[in-house]
């Protein structure tokens, strides 16, 4: 653990971009207790206020300022961030269980199993997001949890499809023979040997997916699938804030540069974390 | 003349385990039409120096502290990128170790071999082909007419060693520099490719860096050897004193380790006590005293500078000790 | 060769047939056309006339019978909505979305590509950061705020470029640069990475020793190899683009194919929801089968390994 | 001159009969083609083809029509062709979308080439107004032609260039046969379907007419100094409906308190500013026949919503769900989300649940499975009692409230073409939907609109987007 | 010859790889990596085994340890039929043969700590767990001359020679009765290969190990093999004890790999003399083994 801190320290992007991701989080967690306005209450006569900085810790004002039913945005943001954070990580975690598991047994056990897991990465990839979420909520209805699932499943297939060629070369390699030498089960030699060495790049698939999937959220409140109003979450921010861009560009700016900020922070941790969990690049002892 | 003389090279690399020490202070020159065996512990400096010699040290991480590389009459380490160009591949020619991953998987290896005769010959078109068949034939690769079309993977690892090796010597190099070229190869094979090199030598005087794990192929290929620990020179001379009479300790434990020829009569093989220095915290020293078992508190505390012994003139050792008169001590003490 | 081809096909085809079997039985969950189709104050007795107008009263096996053994003689069925033949109505769509999809993709190419190599080659210079933060931006940013934003630098404020639809090469101009920057994003990481792999390597250092200019280390040793990620990410995103990039084409009001599926959707209009995606799922399942080929075209190995 | 008119979609088909749809297809076919009677922005109802109209009877109506009219073919527009047309959307066999408007109509008696007569088998007193979205197909024409794809004009303009999905351009038909003139020379509509993109297309000229523009918009538009923008009442009543089907929607008290707990004019003022105008108690805005001028909205009074909740005795320990279609009426997730704010303020919890609107659609018309609260607009084309209240009436599919004396005055309202005995009836109707309060009356939506300063151009609140209905500026 | 009953005996093993339809080529050529293929290994012995490379000496490895599924032939362990087992039921000769891989670097996982990776075998087979398994460990990395505290290091803060000491721990942790060295040493520098090849004997001395030793170094082999076999194109062509075999090469292909040996003397400089041109003798597939002294078989074909 000390380690950890001292390396991070020690990269300039990795400790900025853990220090914002804390920041966010650490937001998250506690905004229950920063007195912030209600978030799903609005005062409709303050609708679409700007951004005012003026008497900044008077009770009414809004920094950032108010959505179009005259809900405080930053109180929005930040308690919005809760359910993003939490349905996005969900989902790409989610959907790299399952497509780095995938990815491995089809890079692995090869054959049949790879062919057939492969063309039913092209059979999702050609039906339509928006269809995949209307089926979603057809067969289970409007609910997070099957945001998560929705999101999920557009996402393993860009993990499995890269997992599997990191794995047809790992394969060849001589210490999962030399696994299957002393015996070990294949389940053994997929989840001890060859996981591991593909945790890099499923890390960055991650890293990319997440901003993908913040935004997709918004795709999905416009099927009525996504995070129900007046709940806030930074995708139906988005959304519902569409409208109001050229009048009101702080009702989607905003949640656009939250958006923005988590996946830079994600990514330049995520760089770092990759390094660290090297054990080639992290020979400092 | 020496076609190639190195002055004072150091080079270290920033790694996040501190810097390694890989090449310290390192000096020697190579005369034309010389062949020079560098023989050495894994890790001292061999590939490294050569890389640094001709720019295609990784740089970050690597980094030449630094030094002279005076190659006829001209200082490789301050040229510019483009004229350091010009020579790489036709003044001089290089072949690298691993021929599984040293050539192109998706082109051709003619075109890789036409790559380096069109950049530094004038020969085009048929005279360009007949050219590339001819080294294809000159290096053993049957039917070279055909073979030119294919790619790395359809040849055999032997096969691509001497396509490497034809690579290196196509534009007739004046200096030629191989690292550990023939380590994956068979016996059969790797004496064909030492033939070439002598053949080589003999038609146009080509000079040869030979680096290698293999005694016996300096013992075979090189006028001088040059033993290499930690970064450094340990002992350098012509191959007849080094090989008998050795002065270095290191250079005696090398040439003990290699086990008898003829009926088996030992029932261990000697072996150098210890382990390779970590050159991120290179000793103070010598950098083989501490596996060094006549090493001296000097050995320890010093670096012996590089000097002349033995009656054979050229014959250097960096030590501060006498090894021949260790020897004998010990020999008596045994007896 | 034949062999080969004919295999792939194969499954290409089992693999048109899922997709189109999935959204098939997808779609008929989803709900009723005839509800939607006619006027507020239709009687049920109308909505049940028109549902077996539309073939919509017989059971599903029969009716997926049925649209199978017309989909195999190409006839989608006339479209709910527009009471034409679906596919026609889908293929109308089809220059633009392709037009579009294209542009977007050969702008996105060039521009990751020298992004994505210099950010290289200039592994850790300010330059390769500046490149890489915007990279980041471009993925991050949602298009419709981009799309708006440029609409209204450009179309409005500006005055040099149409606010949207379809006709001249002007209308393209800012459609194709939205969706070009997140393609030239996702290009220029995904070739930084690669490129940054491929310079480690030993043939790197053979091309280098040999004395070869700059130029053709890069384009013929470097370049060459680190295609294959990119020519994988090529064909994900060209499909992505040819099934409609459905918010840049409803923010710029770009008649294409992604936007006609959604009103499909919407609207339940089942003919045109099953023909666009046969046609997406086939045209996707070909760009697939085109990269296998160009896989070995660009690779000597994998052409060996088939 | 030249006109261009923004549309949020594309339109489907060329078929007149082909689409119910007012403000999309209908608006463009409506230059093509020609109707017996055409609706003024006012709403009044003019003459086109016909020339005079009276109903002869309570199942007759009898139509005059223009002499000499023809289609750009040289067919000829007569009384024949209307009688063809009429049978053509009441084919029992082979019925069109727009079948289920002439349900009433039992057949058509040709008098004379400029004269006929329409029966119906019930008196149908909206039916002129009906015939004002019913254009006529050249029957020959349509006899080896395509007209789902094609068109033949009889009217002021003829197509001149089509591009699906994103433009149909029109020119004047030089082969009309009435007295209106084309005032302009093309008249385009083009596709804009996001609300941004289309303010922008305004702003930048490249419109001239632009509908559903949020309200706090407006006034920017209107400053930018190059377009004006404003809104007028349109026909469609907001209100959140009670499936009174499910407890405890079936409370009386319950619904009235619900009644009493939204502040309708703050929705108006603050949401729509200004520009929303809030329901009398009804779902009948003033330009509806059968608007009863007499009634006032419920008070917004949250203390006696209170009071009368206890009195309901309903339970509210469990949130209601609250549909609500996406993206489908002005701002209506916005309102959705203030009116659950204001349930919420005396006790009432609700949950949320968007649903994009065709699967809204799904439950409210087929399932037959609305939740107990959800958005609703809605109008009717007539602008009629007879129609928007039916909406409402016992064993109707779309009612979900069964009220007995309601029924009877409805009833009694379209027994009838004496519009003093209807008008009464309906006055009564709406009292007793205002007590029983099936839904929460909220406001009628704003019709939105902003157009270039090139043209000049009356507003309407029905759907339609003409361009007859504008002048160049000049 | 042996007098010790056989551990291994190998019959007639084949594999082959390629064959089918390619996308550019009508036909992909069969490489015949291995062909006919036969010897047997006594308990405690090393064979040597050497040859062109590619003529099929790994291929020959794994094929014995059922890395790979022979085309045909047989493997006995210990009499018992290893060819025709899979899976479970080849569990427990998995305990009793391991490989020693060429390349240490790739032989490592490089992101499992080197101690783990040794105990790995005896978790497989439950052979010991806890705090037994962490003494045996430590037990086997003093026994190939690594300090134990090296156990939670990663392999790639190793030298090449510690590295394959950890592949030979991990080979030797279930105490085989066989082993396939694959070129261990090829890799290594004088001083590390000399400390290998102690280890190899040492071991040997305690275990009672049997070899199957790859190399190219036929120095080495001649001090280490108490047999040697040599490989061309998939056969083997000529087999004999060792002593044999560098006094009385038969066939020329093992004539002319003994002429190439360089020897580490410069006055002993090896005359250049044209090699056999292997193209032009591959052995032709009916070609038999013939005992030309006891225990010395040559592959009987005509040469060139
Ligand atoms: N890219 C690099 N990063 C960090 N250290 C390096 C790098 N390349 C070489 N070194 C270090 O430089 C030193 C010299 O390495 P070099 O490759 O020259 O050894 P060598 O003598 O060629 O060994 P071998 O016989 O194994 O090839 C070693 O300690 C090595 O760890
Ligand atoms: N997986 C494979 N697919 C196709 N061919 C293979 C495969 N493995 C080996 N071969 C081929 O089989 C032959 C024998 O290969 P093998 O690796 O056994 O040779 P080797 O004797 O170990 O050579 P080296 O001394 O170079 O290690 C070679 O021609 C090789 O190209
Ligand atoms: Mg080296
Ligand atoms: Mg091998």
Known sequence: MKHFFRDLCRSKAGLFGAVLLAIIVLLALFAPLLHLPDPTRGDLRARLAGPTWSGLFSPGAHPLGTDEVGRDILSRLIHGSRMTLMVASTAVVLGGIVGTFLGILAGYKGGLVDRILMRLVDIQLAIPLMLLALLVVAALGPSITNVVLVLALTSWIRYARIIRAQVLSLREREFVQSARAIGASTLRIMFLHILPNVLTPALVVGTLELARVIIMDAALSFLGLGVQPPTPSWGRMLADGRVYLSSAWWTVTFPGLAIVLTVLSVNLFGDWLRDYFDPKTRSAK | MALLEIKNLTVQFDTPGGVVHAVNDLSYSVEAGETLGIVGESGSGKSVHILALLGLLPTPPGRIVSGEAWFDGQNLMAMSDRALREVRGGQIGMVFQDPMSSLNPVLTVGRQLKEVLVRHTDLRGRALKDRMVELLDIVGIPHPEARLSQYPHEFSGGMRQRVMIAIGMACNPRLLIADEATTALDVTVQAQILDLVRKLKEDFGTTVIWITHDMGVVAELADTIQVMYGGRIMERGPVRPVFHDPRSAYTWGLLNSLPDEGARTQRRLYQIPGSPPNMAKPPAGDPFAPRNPFATERCRAEVPPLREVGDVPGHKVAAWYDLPALLAAQKEETQ | MTGFILRRLGESLLAVWGVVTIVFFVTRVLGDPAALLLPIGASPADIAQLRSQLGLDQPLIVQYGQFLLHAVQGDFGMSFQHSRPAMQVVLERLPATALLAFTAIAFGLIIGGIAGSVAALKRGRAIELVVMAVALLGQATPVFWLGIMLILFFGVNMGWLPTGGYGSWQNLVLPAFTLAVFVSASIARLLRSSMLEILKEDYIRTAKAKGLLRSTVFFWHVARNALIPVVTMTAILTGELLGGSVVTETVFSWPGIGRLIIQAIEAKDFPVIQAGITLIATIFVLINFLVDLLYGILDPRIRARR | EDVTIAQTSAINTLDPHGSASVGLDLSVLSHIYPTLILRAPDYSLQPSLATKWEAVDDLTWKFTLHPGATFENGEPLDADTVAWNIKRVTDKEHPTRISSWFSQVSGVNVISPTEFEIKTSTPYPALPAQLSMFMLLPPKWTADHNPVTETMSGFLYKVSDYVPGDHITLVPNEKYWGEKKAQFDHVTFRVIPETASRIAALMAGEVDLINKVPTNELKRIDDSGKAHAGSVDSTRSVFIKFNTEKPPMDNKKFRQALNYAVDKDLIADALFDGKATVSTCQVMTPDYFGYNPDLKPYAYDPAKAKELIKESGVDLSQPIEFELPTSTYLQGEEVTQAVAQMFQDVGVKTDIQSMEFGTYLDKYRKAHDLGRLSLLGQAWPTMDADGLLTLFKPGNQYSYWNDKAFDEQLVAGNGTTDEAKRKEAYKKATEIMCDEAPVVFLYAQPATYGYSDRVKYTPRGDDWMRAFDMTPAQ | ?304
């Open chain 5, 1 to 304: 010859m042996t007098t010790s009953p056989p551990v291994l005996e190998v019959n007639g093993l084949m594999r082959s790889y390629g064959g089918g339809k390619t996308l550019f080529r009508k036909e992909k050529p069969v490489i015949h990596a291995i062909n006919d293929v036969s010897f047997q290994i006594a308990e405690g012995e090393t064979l040597g085994l050497v040859g062109e490379s590619g003529s099929g000496k790994s291929t020959t490895g794994r094929a014995v340890l059922h890395l790979e599924t022979p085309d045909a032939g047989s493997v006995r362990f210990r009499g018992q039929e290893l060819t025709t087992l899979a899976g479970k039921a080849l569990k427990p000769y998995r305990r009793e043969m391991q490989m020693i891989f060429q390349d240490p670097y790739s032989a490592l996982n490089p992101r499992m700590k080197v101690g783990r990776f040794v105990a790995e075998p005896m978790v497989v087979h439950g052979t010991e767990s806890g705090s037994a398994l962490q003494d045996r460990v430590a037990e086997l990395f003093r026994l190939v001359g690594l300090d134990p505290a090296f156990m939670s290091r990663y392999p790639h803060e190793f030298s090449g020679g510690q590295r394959q000491r950890i592949n030979i721990a991990r080979a030797i942790a279930l105490k085989p009765a066989f082993i396939v060295a694959d070129e261990p040493i090829t890799a290594l520098d004088v001083s590390i290969q000399a400390q290998i090849v102690n280890l190899f004997q040492d071991l040997q001395d305690q275990l009672g190990l049997a070899y199957l030793f790859i190399a190219h170094d036929l120095s080495m082999v001649r001090y280490l093999c108490s047999r040697v076999a040599v490989m061309l194109r998939g056969r083997i062509v000529e087999i004999a004890p060792t002593e044999q075999i560098f006094s009385d090469p038969r066939h020329p292909y093992t004539q002319s790999l003994l002429a190439a040996i360089p020897v580490p003397d410069p006055d002993r400089r090896r005359p250049p003399r044209p090699p056999f041109d292997v193209s032009r003798n591959i052995p032709p597939r009916e070609a038999q083994m013939a005992e030309v002294a006891p225990g010395h078989f040559v592959l009987d074909h005509p040469i060139q």
